[in-house]
């Protein structure tokens, strides 16, 4: 049993997916292949955003958007305790300040509430100026933007969307990948719209922001083409065999979301009331990229861990730390505890989930899972 099952998804689109590299390879347009601007095109159109710009991997789609927005040293991000570091690692990088922020403890996402809190009281110190906060649309579940975007308009913040899981999922019927006032993802494998190496790609509705982001991800390029090198930036284009093998991964995304919340609605009926499941918002759409619940204790969950490497049933634990207990930022002021995403981090764990995943070995995780209960 696969945990993502890449393989199956693979055989199924193998004739699209192999059709679309040899055409990029007979053409050897390896770099800045039609493909891209054809990716960009009806991703932009399919996000419902003006403009999408695609990049080399989804940390760096982060990095050229705080980039495009001027960050600077002394600039406070506000971000969720439990996200992956890339959220706001590039804009530590550039000088700027990590605040972190609980989550909500049914939906995993970001908390308005503590977003608030921690704004507030980096004013009052005022030795740092507030200025983005990081939304994660995590394991795929939509963040309340309503909320959120609710309080960064009354502190004036830049909302930055990042929807690394989040392709294919929606809020009140718009796509992730819309919301705040630029958004970011991942085309990492593992991710609901995954390519078959690393990738990834901004959105806005700002053509000045388009432009500079077009900008900065070729070594800073100004209108004569890259020797006319107008600032700094970096190099951070996404190849044309990437973008060849995720337009046909685009051809099926929303019959694979639909199937991801079939497979979701198995696993709610099965583990409803024997364990916290993921909550999603009503009016929301999850794109499912884990399915993770939540134990009881780090003892219950390490009992059912236990019962399904016995069972050769694949686990993760997604993620195991808070952000802020890391290494990396310890030379920053800590935040303390914030209970729920110290909870998460104790008593997650996810199961195999895919739009390819059996009901069979759907069955196979469910009592496997339930046994250990």
């Keep these: 049993m696969e945990f993502i099952d890449l393989k199956a998804q693979y055989r199924a689109l193998q004739p699209a997916i192999d059709a ?15 493909e891209v601007k054809e990716l960009e095109e009806r991703l932009a159109s399919y996000v419902g955003r003006r403009r999408c710009v695609s990049c080399a991997n989804g940390t760096e789609a982060l990095q050229l958007a705080f980039m495009a927005y001027g960050i600077e040293a002394g600039d406070a991000v506000f971000c969720p305790d439990m996200t992956f570091i890339s959220s706001v690692e590039p804009a530590v990088m550039l000088g700027a300040k990590p605040v972190f922020c609980d989550i909500d403890p049914a939906t995993y996402n970001l908390d308005p509430v503590s977003l608030e809190k921690q704004i507030e009281a980096v004013e009052r110190e005022g030795k740092y100026r507030p200025r983005f906060v990081v939304a994660v649309d995590f394991l795929g579940n939509p963040a309340d933007f309503e909320a959120i975007s609710s309080v960064c308009k009354a502190h004036g913040l830049i909302l930055i969307e990042d929807a690394a899981q989040g392709t294919g999922a929606s809020r ?32 806005t509705d700002d053509d000045e922001i388009a432009g500079l982001l077009n900008s ?28 060849a093998v995720l337009l046909a991964k685009l051809d099926v995304l929303e019959q694979e979301i639909v199937t991801r919340q079939a497979v979701a609605k198995r696993y709610d009926e099965a583990f409803g009331g024997r364990i916290q499941i993921p909550a999603v918002m009503p009016g929301s759409v999850s794109a499912y990229a884990q399915y993770c619940v939540l134990a009881d ?7 059912v861990l236990d019962a399904m490497k016995k069972a050769e049933v694949p686990s993760l634990i997604y993620y195991p730390n808070v952000l802020h207990s890391l290494d ?20 997650n764990f996810g199961m195999p989930f895919s739009p390819y995943l059996t009901e069979a070995d759907q069955q196979k995780v469910i009592d496997t899972v339930l046994g250990a209960l």
């Design 216 to 243: 900065f991800k070729v070594h800073g390029k100004g209108p004569k083409g890259k020797y006319d090198n107008v600032r700094i930036g970096l190099n951070s284009r996404l190849d044309t065999i990437q973008a």
């Design 172 to 203: 009140n019927g718009r796509k992730c990948g819309s919301f705040g006032d630029i958004a970011t993802t991942s085309f990492f494998p593992s991710k609901p719209l995954g390519c078959y190496g690393d990738g990834g790609a901004v959105f």
């Design 297 to 303: 204790s780090p003892e219950q969950r390490q009992r």
């Design 20 to 34: 679309g590299i040899r055409k990029v390879l007979e053409s050897t347009r390896f770099i800045g292949g039609g």
């Design 328 to 347: 990396a930022f310890a030379p920053y002021e800590g935040d303390g505890v914030l209970p729920n995403a110290k909870h998460y981090a104790d008593c």
